[in-house]
């Protein structure tokens, strides 16, 4: 089904002109116009593939997840010690390369400008929160947690620094490098495990 | 000098106006008409305050910030135990009432928008990460940390706690209650001091 594996690749062609425009000009940059322009194709030409903007934001939206989501998969079938495997994982969601602070920067951008409308649209959850209550899940089954934790807390304690950390590495990047964002998440996941 | 009372007063009405039409209308609503019409004022008496979107915008971001500092000073000014002031103070920076909520909303909104505009405008720093190193050092200089911790990253990652947990509690207000943000927060310091 050629015809089909076409029509997918130029939809994410298309979605990650909607990136480039983004981090190049904001949100407020990203028309409809300016994206089929960055994508070499003509208005009529983008609209074959999504009949308005909202249509390509929730796509745009849905294959960032998608391309963070592969990557904690192939992390998630490497052979890595419990807390190892866990530390891989939570580098994935943080920004600490080029791909992930472009991820993070779209991301951001599409979360404050959807705030008011997420009601009309369906946009996809991040699954981080779900995620965090995976990696403190697996932690407690591996008898790495230290006693007396509140699990419940603590993956509520590990989304906020998990976010916080890549709202920081966003917006101050010339002072959080990523040998900083990784040194404190592990500085965090140790302070939960026995040693 | 009733004159100048005057027009500081309706600087901060026409920035109080700005922070309602984001909150209504998002910040590509946020027009200089649509400010004027909100403020109840024609395009011509608003620009004899600001002479332009960017003066309002930093004016109106300055705002969110002088005001969210009074606060804390009020609550300094406190007799408090030690720990108690910490969480008093943290709890007007995250929010958990209808005003910093407010707050947070704008703040986000303006950050998102001028992400790529930092350099032409004048954006004040909002003083968590400043504050958050005050925060650990008066913990540490009340003898009431944990031992072998590092003060540093302690600040490092109480900032991102402070931080992750508004984003939630901004745009995930009907899980994250305030409550629950405030029973977080608590949480985290606990962990780090002597009981």
Chains 1, 2 share one sequence.
Not at 32 to 61: C, P, T, W
Not at 95 to 113: D, I, K, R, T
Not at 142 to 164: N, Q
């Amino acid at each position: 089904m050629p015809k089909i594996v076409n029509h997918d690749k130029r939809m994410n062609q298309i979605a990650e002109a909607m990136w480039r425009v983004i981090l190049d000009k904001g949100m407020e940059g990203a028309t409809v116009r300016n994206i089929a322009e960055e994508a070499g194709l003509s208005l009529g030409a983008l609209r074959h593939y999504f009949k308005n903007q909202d249509d390509l934001l929730v796509y745009a939206m849905t294959l960032v997840k998608e391309r963070a989501t592969e990557r904690i998969e192939t992390v998630a079938k490497q052979d890595l010690p419990p807390k190892e495997m866990v530390m891989a994982v939570l580098f994935e969601i943080v920004p600490v390369n080029e791909q992930s602070l472009v991820e993070m920067e779209v991301w951001f951008a599409f979360m404050a400008y959807v705030k008011h409308r997420r009601a009309e649209l369906n946009i996809p959850d991040d699954g981080i929160f779900t995620g965090v209550h995976k990696l403190i899940a697996y932690l407690a089954s591996s008898d790495l947690l230290k006693e007396g934790l509140d699990l419940d807390l603590e993956a509520e304690r590990l989304y906020a620094v998990v976010d916080g950390i890549a709202i920081h590495a966003l917006f101050g990047a010339d002072r959080l490098q990523s040998e900083r964002v990784k040194q404190t998440l592990r500085y965090h996941i140790d302070s939960i495990c026995v040693s």
